[in-house]
């Protein structure tokens, strides 16, 4: 890691001209930064990965993509520990982004580029609005999002990074509406969307890790557990270290029942969330929650309350008390259930 972060330094980022302004990723001196500051993300190094996309804005101020990669990873910092304190930072951030490439595309509007990370920026925002709650400036955003890289594309058919903002859409609005898509004004676009992303997995430039997990969460929701599973397990053979992969690894062996795989991973989560500066205890609610009901279902209810009361015994921040009530209401029903059952016999 430290290899890494030595020889994404100054001296390798591309070299400031007249026409900084207007350097993309295509180049390949951004796109090595690019590739590089993504890496350390998915290895969960976050300040190095900050620090490499700050001295991208350095480098080029007037272009939007070091903005938009240092605001995707202080998103991944605040997903991955599920708390929000960089949210107002995350917004201006993206925001500067999306003022900056609009400018540069009407300056340029023959380069895809420019609409790509706009609407890149507003697809991040919308995730965001979704986590908290704001359901209308989610969809809002997401709309905008997706009409800009629908620019991108008609404006370069092979821009094949786009098709995994465009095909996730298609997928997760076809799938929420699926109980109306009979209607002849709503299309069923699922098996579209999930084209478009294989596409970006298949030809993008840097769509090919982050494509395969939203794949694997399309297989779910369509419980095609084992297509996923290979696709998850191919992101943890790559990553081993990155929590972002192994959260969507085990969320499908939980659901395959498959509780001897799952119960090491879960372990091994718990034992990263608990050795993090900060833990504000939400993401080991459920890893606890979850190894309780495996711990149950291989026969091991004496284990299976422990967990559960190790979780309930976890002091909780009003927030995050708000936000986990529906995983501690079920906490206390399966626990009050396990000891029902160890008192029956006689344990």
């Known amino acids: 890691m430290l290899q890494?972060?030595?020889?994404?330094?100054?001296?390798?980022?591309?070299?400031?001209d007249a026409g900084s302004r207007f350097i993309t990723p295509a180049d390949s001196g951004m796109a090595r930064v690019v590739s590089r500051g993504t890496l350390l993300t998915y290895q969960n190094d976050f300040?190095?990965?900050?620090?490499?996309?700050?001295?991208?804005?350095?480098?080029?101020?007037?272009?939007?993509f070091g903005y938009f990669y240092r605001g995707a990873t202080c998103q991944a910092r605040m997903l991955d520990g599920e708390r929000f304190w960089e949210l107002e930072?995350?917004?201006?951030?993206?925001?500067?982004?999306i003022d900056l490439a609009e400018d540069l595309r009407a300056e340029r509007p023959e380069d895809p580029w420019f609409p790509f990370a706009a609407g890149s920026a507003y697809l991040y925002l919308g995730f965001m609005d979704t986590k908290k709650g704001g359901m209308w400036g989610a969809y809002r955003n997401t709309v905008k999002g997706v009409d800009l890289l629908e620019q991108a594309l008609a404006i370069d058919s092979t821009f094949y990074d786009a098709y995994l903002g465009i095909g996730s859409f298609k997928y997760w609005k076809s799938s929420k509406a699926k109980s109306l898509t009979w209607l002849p004004f709503i299309d069923d676009e699922r098996e579209r969307g999930m084209e478009m992303v294989q596409i970006a997995i298949d030809k993008g430039m840097f769509t090919r890790t982050v494509g395969r997990d939203q794949?694997?969460?399309?297989?779910?929701?369509?419980?095609?557990?084992?297509?996923?599973?290979?696709?998850?397990?191919?992101?943890?053979?790559?990553?081993?270290?990155?929590?972002?992969?192994?959260?969507?690894?085990?969320?499908?062996?939980?659901?395959?029942?498959?509780?001897?795989?799952?119960?090491?991973?879960?372990q091994g989560l718990l034992n990263?969330?608990?050795?993090?500066?900060?833990?504000?205890?939400?993401?080991?609610?459920?890893?606890?929650?979850?190894?309780?009901?495996i711990a149950h279902r291989r026969g091991e209810t004496a284990r299976a309350v422990m967990y559960l009361e190790e979780m309930l015994?976890?002091?909780?921040?009003?927030?995050?008390?708000?936000?986990?009530?529906?995983?501690?209401?079920?906490?206390?029903?399966?626990?009050?259930?396990?000891?029902?059952?160890?008192?029956?016999s006689g344990e």
């Open 47 to 64: 300040d190095g990965a900050e620090a490499l996309f700050d001295s991208l804005c350095e480098a080029h101020p007037e272009s939007p």
């Open 89 to 97: 930072n995350f917004k201006d951030l993206m925001a500067k982004t």
């Open 272 to 293: 990263d969330i608990r050795a993090l500066p900060v833990n504000n205890h939400y993401n080991e609610m459920t890893c606890l929650r979850d190894m309780a009901k």
């Open 4 to 16: 890494l972060l030595l020889l994404a330094g100054p001296g390798n980022l591309p070299a400031q």
């Open 215 to 266: 794949l694997a969460w399309i297989y779910m929701d369509g419980k095609r557990y084992e297509e996923a599973l290979e696709l998850a397990g191919s992101n943890v053979s790559l990553h081993p270290e990155s929590r972002f992969f192994r959260w969507t690894y085990v969320e499908i062996l939980f659901r395959m029942d498959r509780w001897e795989e799952a119960f090491p991973v879960y």
């Open 313 to 344: 015994a976890l002091d909780l921040s009003e927030a995050i008390a708000e936000r986990g009530a529906h995983k501690t209401k079920e906490a206390r029903k399966l626990l009050k259930e396990y000891r029902r059952e160890l008192a029956a």
